[in-house]
């Protein structure tokens, strides 16, 4: 496959090695990250030998350097990547259907954020607890990226939903459909919302096996794809936080476009981690009441963070609304005071009526000359 030529290869060794993570000059050197009261350093770690990569993925087509020129782009995954290189930090809200997306839009936001656990929720009524399929993101995520093809949608891919054949499968599915960015965590294939207590991860190896196949998978998307490949690991909160970097430094090493780390508990350890990993950009999830503190997207920013998404903020609110609403027509027989005076056509427009009605007028239709 073409992308496996971005790996190098060497003999195989079983000594330990150490593995440093390069930090330009003009960063400075990462400080001591605080794990449960204990110091630790975080710019030298031992790493098993069969763990590292011969030598750190790099595709100089997908350089940072390449994307902070020039207008941005129609093609969503290029102009996430223009998004990254530029300043200004990616605010992403999470959108859960049709109508989370339209309302996000609307409202000018330039990135959506599919969540795993709103799509569980909005498509099946279900919890985050890996009951939703490959084919159940997939579809969502046409749905979505369909209502405007130039805004970078960031998609929730779980575990990747198998083995390194089902990750590239994920991919390849997940970049048709028009998505810009997927993450893939570490977590073990019975996974739940990262904001759950009880969390179970693979090793590093399965994590990083995770990352390979993805990246190898969008390398080897025909005509060179911007596809951007997240690494998440769910780590801190089963493992602790120098674990959490191992394996975050490692995904960046194995081709991770963005390091994700899940449930980050205090602006100092964000800070920290960012510092850590840098010059690789940090996505943070923000989710009001979970493990997260509520990070505003100003304060994300200053902490050094590239990505922030709210992830249940569309699903949550509309749980809200439609249980105000339905106990309102239950109490009073009537849905007026609800509707708060949308009409049918207001409703429709937030949902494009406009934009149909005028297509329809330039091919020359006469269907919708009076709506």
């Known amino acids: 496959?073409?992308?496996?030529?971005?790996?190098?290869?060497?003999?195989?060794?079983t000594a330990n090695t150490i593995v440093e993570v390069p930090?330009?000059?003009?960063?400075?050197?990462?400080?001591?990250?605080e794990v449960e009261g204990t110091e630790k350093a975080t710019e030298a770690v031992v790493i098993p030998r069969s763990l590292a990569s011969p030598a750190a993925y790099y595709n100089p087509r997908l350089d940072p350097k390449n994307f902070l020129e020039g207008p941005l782009s129609w093609n969503p995954a290029t102009r996430l990547r223009q998004m990254l290189a530029r300043p200004g930090i990616v605010?992403?809200?999470?959108?859960?259907d049709g109508i989370s997306a339209r309302c996000a839009l609307e409202a000018g936001f330039d990135c959506l954020y599919q969540s795993g656990a709103a799509t569980t929720a909005s498509r099946l009524g279900?919890?985050?607890?890996?009951?939703?399929t490959l084919n159940d993101f997939v579809q969502s995520a046409q749905m979505v990226c369909s209502l405007d093809p130039t805004t970078p949608v960031i998609a929730d891919a779980d575990t990747g939903f198998g083995g390194p054949a089902m990750v590239a499968r994920t991919v390849t599915q997940y970049a048709r459909a028009g998505v810009a960015a997927l993450h893939i965590e570490d977590q073990v294939q019975t996974k739940r919302c990262g904001h759950l207590l009880g969390k179970q991860v693979v090793s590093r190896e399965e994590f990083l096996t995770r990352i390979r196949a993805a990246v190898i998978a969008r390398d080897s998307i025909p005509g060179g794809s911007d596809f951007v490949i997240i690494g998440r690991t769910d780590s801190a909160q089963v493992?602790?936080?120098?674990?959490?970097?191992?394996?975050?430094?490692?995904?960046?090493?194995?081709g991770a476009d963005v390091c994700f780390i899940e449930g980050v508990r205090t602006a100092e350890l964000l800070k920290s981690t960012v510092e850590a990993l840098a010059p690789k950009p940090?996505?943070?999830?923000?989710?009001?009441?979970?493990?997260?503190?509520?990070?505003?997207t100003h304060e994300a920013e200053a902490l050094g963070a590239k990505i922030i998404i709210f992830s249940l903020v569309?699903?949550?609110?509309?749980?809200?609304?439609?249980?105000?609403?339905?106990?309102?027509?239950?109490?009073?027989?009537?849905?007026?005071?609800?509707?708060?005076?949308?009409?049918?056509?207001?409703?429709?427009?937030?949902?494009?009526?406009?934009?149909?009605?005028q297509l329809d007028a330039q091919a020359g239709g006469k269907a919708f000359e009076k709506v």
């Open 239 to 254: 493992l602790g936080m120098e674990e959490a970097l191992i394996r975050l430094r490692l995904a960046a090493d194995a």
């Open 91 to 96: 605010v992403a809200p999470g959108i859960c």
């Open 1 to 13: 496959m073409p992308g496996l030529d971005l790996f190098s290869s060497s003999s195989p060794a």
């Open 282 to 296: 940090v996505l943070v999830n923000v989710i009001s009441g979970g493990l997260t503190p509520s990070f505003t």
């Open 126 to 132: 279900q919890p985050d607890l890996a009951i939703a």
């Open 314 to 357: 569309s699903c949550v609110a509309a749980v809200h609304g439609i249980r105000a609403a339905m106990a309102s027509l239950k109490k009073t027989g009537t849905d007026f005071t609800s509707a708060k005076g949308m009409d049918p056509k207001a409703f429709f427009e937030v949902m494009g009526l406009s934009d149909i009605v």
């Open 23 to 33: 930090v330009p000059s003009s960063v400075p050197a990462p400080p001591l990250v």
